[in-house]
């Protein structure tokens, strides 16, 4: 991490903007249900290195940048990543404790839930079949999870050596 504190919060925005980027990043029908759920993963990331700089207000807020470019009923992705950011916060203290792969799979039982939430809303505001599908990119995450932590890990460390 970068040493100093504005840097540091740049650090965090640009690395979230990034996976707003991935996450709204055009896939042939196909592929969509292949996409992991990257801003997911990037505030679990955020919200479990930083818990005082990165919280619910972030969820927020890139839950309703989302919902404006996804064109989607405007807080339903705000209301899920800030859910998400909740949880996290709720299971911080016992998250650091656990080696990578326990966190992988409280990573997947995360993202799951909030992608059954998700699910859950998409049912009540309009026609929508649900099937097991849903928890492919909440696998997928909790897959790329201890790579995504190593890589930023070495990041953070090479950046405040500079």
């Not at 029908?29 to 993963?41: E, H, M």
């Not at 209301?79 to 203290?93: D, M, N, Q």
């Not at 859950?120 to 097991?132: E, K």
Request: proline share 5%.
């Amino acid at each position: 991490m970068p040493t100093s504190s504005s840097a540091s919060l740049l650090w965090i925005w640009l690395t979230l903007l990034l996976a707003l980027c991935l996450q709204v990043m055009p896939l042939a029908d196909g592929w969509q249900i292949w996409r992991p759920d990257w801003l997911g993963l990037m505030l679990i990331y955020w919200c479990m290195k930083a818990p005082l700089r990165v919280g619910v207000l972030h969820g927020f807020t890139l839950g309703i940048l989302l919902d404006l470019i996804e064109g989607v009923t405007l807080g339903q992705n705000a209301l899920i990543f800030s859910l998400l950011a909740f949880l996290c916060a709720l299971v911080y203290p016992r998250f650091r404790a656990y080696s990578l792969l326990q966190q992988a799979v409280l990573i997947f039982v995360l993202l799951g839930t909030v992608q059954l939430a998700e699910q859950w809303l998409r049912t009540l505001l309009g026609p929508f079949s649900i099937h097991l599908s849903f928890l492919l990119p909440s696998l997928i995450g909790a897959a790329l999870w201890p790579w995504l932590t190593t890589l930023f890990e070495a990041l953070g460390r090479r950046l405040a050596r500079e």
